[in-house]
């Protein structure tokens, strides 16, 4: 009995040692699979990891227009390290980085085999075997060894993720959609670039310059696509150029081509129209009958002069110590054969319906004083002094020409300046262009908006302290045309009166009281106060009217005197060979056309037409 026991406890333990080694054998063979099941997951999250990696940098990027730097990638990344804990690692081709240099979709190339960026982690054998190995921008082609785990992307693959290929921008384009019209020898069309890699240089084809244009900063040639290279890479950058118009009316077909910094180039077609006359440079003189003010003076001690769609026509100076300090005259055009003279904060020319300002003789601006205008003619010379202003604020748009010397000691230019003469510029404020067809001297520091630049066709001059990046906007160009100033003064005369009898005929009075729609017809000097509305006046002298808060309106003729108005507002028409004067303080003028109260011409009390 005692044998049988011992023998089955021994077949008890055996049986035991027997399932403990089956399930050691077990367990290590369960080992060795587990093994590569979870290597291999990780593998696959670390591909997930790399793919949200790429999607959320092309993401980034289409936003940005670039691509992200490597010390930006860490804050963009979903997760920035692999399976294993270790950081990914991003490179990249640095050009991609820089939105100035065309970012995404500016480039048509990209410097190592055509990638744009590559995410890679050194994989489950714990090392990064590709070159680089760190995150940063290539410094050579990369290098991806096959036991790493990585994702590269080209520069199409970006381009196409990030809309390059549709309207985005970025792409290399010439951004004017079409050319204005041109006045003989004074329009001027000014073309844009964007996209691309930058800096730009630009041809245009030569038919224009044999007709008569000028241009500023492009190559000419017959066919600008057959420019070799060498030509331009010779030639200087700029990010627009300019066609000035000929003198010879028609219409001309402009080709136009833009190359960037990669060699990359794009051309448009455009139509130039040259019309003739002063239509688009300046405002043909109107007529006696449009010429809402018009004598050898305007002495105006009050507030404003109201004058859209109005001209003044003076055959003298426009001083400023005949003008109130702070008065606004505001007319849409003005001749003037004399001097220009303004101070203090006085105004010429209306900000809302901007027209032609020509002068004859000098302008000389000082105090905060302002002149608007879509087109602003001195034959002279222009000094500023103190802060004025010349030209549109709201839109930069004026054009400014001047035959003589244009001296800026401070102020701001709003619009493109030309000019025959020398440019002296010191602290001046330019948002436009400034073409100087003489010598250009620089001093103190003026500011010059981005896209501005001042081209001269003599000498610079300039302190040898001088900012440089204002002189890098300097530019000689000895091609620079002669200015021409398209509109000139107005050949009209002042008409005579009609003949006594017709005053008699037609419902005047002579000499008699100021009343509401009173006809007066006054063989001498006329003078009366009192408010009236609709009244005509013509007299063979001076007319005086109004004095405290008269208000009085119509029109008011004297072509041998003067005209005065010492009352509170005038609303009209006034002819007067010896000049206007308002002389009261406070006092406001409305000008308005001579139909406005005569509508029929034939009842105008003066000879019309007239030569």
Request: glycine share 12%.
């Amino acid at each position: 009995m005692k044998c049988l026991l011992r023998s089955r406890s021994g077949m008890s333990l055996l049986n035991v040692i027997i399932l403990l080694m089956l399930v050691g054998a077990l367990t290590t063979a369960g080992v060795k699979m587990m093994g590569p099941l979870v290597q291999r997951g990780k593998i696959n999250d670390t591909k997930t990891t790399i793919n949200s990696a790429v999607d959320a940098i092309i993401s980034w990027s289409t936003t940005n227009g670039r691509l992200p730097t490597a010390a930006e990638v860490g804050t963009i990344l979903p997760n920035p390290n692999d399976a294993w804990g270790r950081p990914l690692v991003y490179a990249y081709d640095g050009n991609l980085t820089v939105a100035a240099s065309g970012g995404l979709c500016g480039r048509t190339a990209v410097t190592f085999n055509g990638v744009a960026f590559v995410i890679i982690s050194g994989g489950d054998d714990h090392s990064t075997e590709s070159t680089p190995a760190a995150s940063q921008a290539f410094a050579a082609a990369p290098d991806l060894s096959a036991t790493d785990l990585s994702r590269s992307i080209s520069l199409d693959e970006l381009k196409a993720k990030a809309g390059c290929f549709g309207k985005t921008g970025g792409r290399l384009r010439i951004v004017n959609n079409e050319l204005p019209n041109g006045c003989e020898d004074a329009g001027i069309a000014t073309l844009f670039a964007d996209g691309g890699v930058p800096p730009y240089r630009w041809c245009i084809n030569n038919n224009l310059t044999t007709a008569g244009f000028a241009v500023n900063n492009a190559i000419t040639a017959p066919d600008c696509s057959a420019v070799p290279v060498g030509v331009w890479e010779a030639f200087a950058t700029s990010p627009q150029t300019a066609i000035l118009y000929s003198a010879n009316p028609g219409n001309y077909t402009a080709t136009i081509v833009l190359r960037d910094s990669q060699g990359n180039t794009t051309q448009r077609n455009y139509t130039l129209t040259v019309i003739v006359g002063g239509v688009c440079g300046g405002t043909p003189p109107p007529g006696i009958d449009q010429e809402f003010i018009h004598g050898s003076t305007l002495s105006f001690s009050g507030n404003s002069v109201s004058g859209e769609n109005a001209t003044i026509v003076l055959t003298g100076n426009l001083v400023k110590t005949d003008i109130n300090g702070g008065a606004d005259i505001g007319i849409t055009n003005a001749y003037i054969s004399g001097n220009v003279t303004l101070g203090g904060s006085q105004t010429l020319g209306s900000k809302t319906v901007p027209g032609t300002i020509y002068i004859e003789g000098d302008l000389d601006m000082s105090g905060s004083s302002e002149i608007y205008g879509k087109f602003i003619y001195v034959k002279g010379n222009i000094t500023m002094n103190g802060s004025p202003l010349l030209g549109l604020s709201s839109d930069n748009s004026t054009v400014i020409k001047a035959l003589g010397n244009i001296t800026i000691n401070n102020g701001i230019i709003h619009g493109d300046m030309y000019t025959n003469g020398n440019l002296y510029l010191k602290s001046a404020t330019l948002y436009k262009n400034a073409y100087v067809g003489g010598n250009l001297e620089l001093d103190w520091t003026p500011s010059l908006s981005s896209g501005t630049k001042v081209y001269y066709k003599g000498t610079l001059s300039s302190p040898a302290w001088f900012d440089t990046g204002i002189l890098a906007k300097c530019i000689q160009d000895t091609g620079l045309p002669v200015v021409a100033i398209p509109v000139t003064m107005p050949t009209t005369v002042i008409p005579p009166l009609k003949a006594d009898a017709w005053y008699t005929g037609n419902g005047y009075i002579t000499n008699g009281a100021l009343t509401n729609n009173v006809k007066i017809f006054s063989t001498g000097n006329y003078s009366a106060t009192g408010s009236a509305s609709n009244v005509i006046i013509a007299s063979k002298g001076n007319v005086t009217v109004g004095s405290g808060n008269d208000v009085i309106s119509g029109v008011i003729f004297a072509p041998n005197g003067s005209v005065s108005f010492g009352g509170d507002a005038f609303t009209g028409y006034v002819i007067a060979k010896d000049g206007f004067y308002v002389t009261r303080g406070g006092s406001t003028v409305t000008l308005q056309s001579i139909s406005s109260y005569i509508p029929d011409s034939a009842n105008y009390p003066f000879v019309h037409p007239y030569p």
